[in-house]
């Protein structure tokens, strides 16, 4: 009876363990398995909130997607831009004392983007905006270089656009956009810093806007290379341990070496060619067995 009582002690322990391990997933699929009833009564709900209307319309890229926010980036409204690069947004409802609004152009393949917003006084009435001239999107093939280096900007506007390029160092460039209105420019030789940059466009003795927010290009000396190529490493490590592969297999090693340590304790006698091993004894059992051999099944 001595001798059967620890080992029913591990049994029990072991048993627990399993339990805790998989209790999660038997809570889980219970959870899956209820479904909220559903309701079969019909109910209709209608609101408006504002009493005056909003209405605009202009041009951007063709197929560009134009999207209508508030000062703060609320969403409010969308629309896609036709083959001509016409868009529309009509009879949105403001309330009184509407004082402004911002419309995000991203062109169709997701290339670029371009932000304008409007100030104006606080509405007391209807407000209608026509011909309005999106400035064109905007992007970069990399937002950090080396200095000295190559980085090609590129976007969208209206087709054979001239479109002019103004960097915060004082650099101007101009292009023509081609006929479905994409544009791209190569810039060199800019030193160590922080350059930011937007583009106008010209068509048909019209100017564009100027966007509200600028791209961000940062030049990086050696040093500064040295010290991004350290933080890429770090980030690639922290990714790889913290992933959903790797991360639960941490947790589980302790779990499995003492289950596997308990079943050694509690059956030796299944292991026997196990412990005779040459391997397992040249490592473990040369001269005397330790006090903590027990693990091993003695």
Request: charged letters at 15%; glycine letters at 6%.
């Amino acid at each position: 009876m001595k001798k059967l009582l620890p080992k029913l002690l591990l049994t029990v322990l072991l048993f627990n363990i399993l339990i805790q391990l998989l209790a999660p997933l038997l809570v889980e699929q219970s959870y899956a398995q209820f479904k909220y009833p559903v309701g079969k009564a019909n109910v209709n709900i209608s609101a408006s909130v504002g009493e005056f209307y909003l209405n605009l319309s202009g041009w951007i890229s063709p197929f560009a997607s134009v999207i209508l926010t508030t000062l703060d980036g609320v969403f409010i409204r969308s629309t896609v831009a036709d083959a001509g690069g016409n868009f529309s947004i009509s009879q949105v409802l403001i309330k009184k004392g509407f004082s402004g609004f911002c419309l995000i152009a991203v062109d169709y393949h997701g290339l670029g983007e371009s932000t304008t917003c409007f100030n104006f006084a606080p509405a007391t009435g209807d407000i209608t905006m026509r011909n309005i001239f999106l400035p064109p999107t905007i992007g970069l093939s990399k937002t950090e270089i080396a200095a000295y280096s190559t980085v090609i900007a590129f976007g969208y506007t209206m087709p054979f656009a001239t479109v002019t390029l103004y960097l915060s160092n004082g650099q101007k460039l101009t292009t023509t956009a081609d006929a479905n209105g994409y544009y791209e420019f190569k810039i060199e030789n800019l030193g160590p810093g922080l350059y930011k940059m937007y583009a106008k466009a010209f068509y048909k003795d019209k100017d564009s806007l100027a966007p509200t927010k600028e791209v961000v290009l940062r030049a990086l000396s050696l040093w500064e290379q040295f010290l991004a190529f350290l933080k890429m490493i770090w980030d690639k490590m922290i990714k790889f341990v913290t992933s959903l592969i790797i991360w639960p297999l941490l947790l589980a090693i302790p779990l499995i070496i003492l289950i596997i340590i308990l079943i050694l304790k509690l059956w030796p006698d299944k292991f026997t060619s196990i412990f005779n091993n040459r391997v397992i004894i040249f490592f473990f059992r040369r001269g005397k067995r330790l006090h903590h051999a027990w693990w091993m099944g003695y």
